[in-house]
């Protein structure tokens, strides 16, 4: 039987993979580009998940978290090329995978404070994958904007 710790690592490295292989399959151009001029750029997304998966940490640590933004995020102008927009995603995500190899089962099981509420370390998690399926999604709906209707993950 997968314990909490084991399926919500699972889950986590998955994730993980399919949206660095959508990041991955995107042509470099489109990554600081606004299609239609209004929507977020793939620089813009991936930035938004690296704050998300940073304040995980803070979260599954205890420790205070950042303030929300209350306004879209924008990519620094340091990690808007695909290059250093996926060395930003891999940094963040190797930070998570990390944390939560070095907690044991009963760590993930507990009930700990985080800026959407008190909720086990694991349902924390749950809650960032779900939000990294949300913009990964996103990543999709550019992809086949731009004419590529493939499906890139494995």
Not at 23 to 34: G, H, Q, T
Not at 65 to 86: F, L, Y
Not at 97 to 102: P, S
Not at 136 to 143: A, E, R, V
Request: aromatic share 6%; with cysteine; hydrophobic share 40%.
């Amino acid at each position: 039987m997968v314990n909490t710790k084991e399926k919500t690592l699972n889950s986590v490295t998955r994730v993980f993979r399919f949206f660095l292989q959508d990041l991955e399959n995107l042509p470099a151009d489109v990554f600081d580009k606004s299609l239609g001029g209004k929507a977020r750029t793939v620089a813009d997304i991936a930035c938004e998940v690296r704050l998300t998966n940073e304040r995980l940490c803070r979260d599954l640590q205890g420790q205070p978290s950042a303030e929300q933004p209350n306004a879209w995020v924008i990519a620094p102008e340091d990690i808007r090329t695909k290059e250093a927009t996926i060395r930003s995603f891999q940094t963040s995500c190797e930070e998570v995978l990390q944390l939560i190899e070095r907690m044991s089962l009963e760590e993930m099981e507990e009930v700990v404070p985080g800026v959407l509420g008190a909720a086990s370390r694991a349902d924390h998690c749950r809650s960032m994958t779900v939000h990294l399926w949300y913009h990964s999604g996103q990543l999709n709906f550019i992809q086949t904007l731009l004419g590529d209707s493939d499906i890139h993950w494995s």
